[in-house]
């Protein structure tokens, strides 16, 4: 996908005229609009596809929000296993981008020794810090939102009991988990109940994975147990195999699911959603657009951005159609520990955090 180009006609005496003035003029400056056209910027994808209504879609949308608001050209490739992470970034950069995005904890390694090999490209990572002068890592402390989440379940929670699972035991997953687990503790703490949750167990770190991103037939075999606990909310940090769980909640019935990542609501298709209760958002756009268009003006930055609650790189997504479900007490209650987090006054503390 590459931006179009506009010509400005010139009648052909006036050319002339042009022409012999050339000589004695200044070579003319380049224009934004010229150099933002011959700037390309390129995305490498771990698994999946680009549209796995999770973090490669929201990843994708924001280089395609750049490509659309800054006029660049954009390039995409996703690895179908671990040996193309090196292979997909050497051919990106023999092709000529000008910036890399690599999404993925997995591509970590990769992008470093890709940054150390073409030091004049600059690079970013999603979901993994990587150091590295020519890199700047994006990452979310999703623990903050997710604590939101958990307590947003447990308020909600017809059975006393919810679950969360995950698609790999890695850190950008678990900390959503963790996250999640201290929000229901946190609403037992408030209100003196026993809400319990399946599928992680924050002190021991153990829990139910897929070890898989894109097979939804195995998510739905891990949510259809949680069901049978008696989850009656649930949490898939798995990408688009997530879907497995939004189709055993359909199937079972009075089951809510939070997605994470871009908002469910949106991505998911519409069978789904109004099983959506909300979404633990990581506010790609901003910050992946922010960081192309700093590179496009020359001043790209290496180190890491973190995404949080106080900067908005975390949220939750609006309840659609669980709006009415939730009782105006229980939303209340959100916007004040939001705002205590954001103080300070609450901690939330994950392993799996960025530092």
Known sequence: MTSSTSFLRIPAASAVVLLALAGCAAAPEESPDAAASDYTACMVANSGNLED???????????????????????????????DYETNINAMADAGCDYILTVGWELAEATAVGAETYPDINFSIVDETVEGDNIRSIVYDTAQAAFLAGYLAAGLSQTGVVGTFGGGNQ?????????????????????????????????????????????????????????????????????????????????????????????????????????????????????????????????????????????????LAPFHDWESKVPAELAAELDALRDAIIAGEIVVESEASPR
């Open 53 to 83: 209504r999770s973090f490669n879609q929201a990843s994708y949308e924001a280089l395609q929000r750049a490509e659309s608001e800054l006029g660049i050209e954009l390039r995409t490739a996703v690895s179908q296993s671990e040996g």
């Open 171 to 315: 850190p950008p997953v678990t900390v959503f988990m963790d996250g999640y687990w201290d929000g229901v503790q946190h609403y037992n703490a408030e209100k003196g109940t026993n809400v319990r949750v399946v599928g992680w167990d924050k002190p021991s770190q153990t829990g139910s994975f897929t070890d898989d991103f894109v097979n939804a037939v195995l998510a739905r075999t891990l949510a259809d147990g949680l069901i049978e606990q008696g989850a009656d909310i649930i949490m898939p940090v798995a990408a688009q195999a997530g879907e497995g769980a939004a189709t055993a909640a359909l199937e079972a019935g009075g089951v809510g699911i939070i997605w994470v990542d871009a908002d469910g609501y949106e991505t998911l298709a519409a069978q789904f959603q109004p099983l959506i209760v909300t979404t633990v958002l990581k506010q790609m756009s901003d910050a992946v657009f922010e960081i192309v268009s700093q590179d496009l003006e020359g001043e790209f930055e290496g180190g890491s951005y973190i995404g949080t609650l106080e900067n908005n790189g975390v949220a």
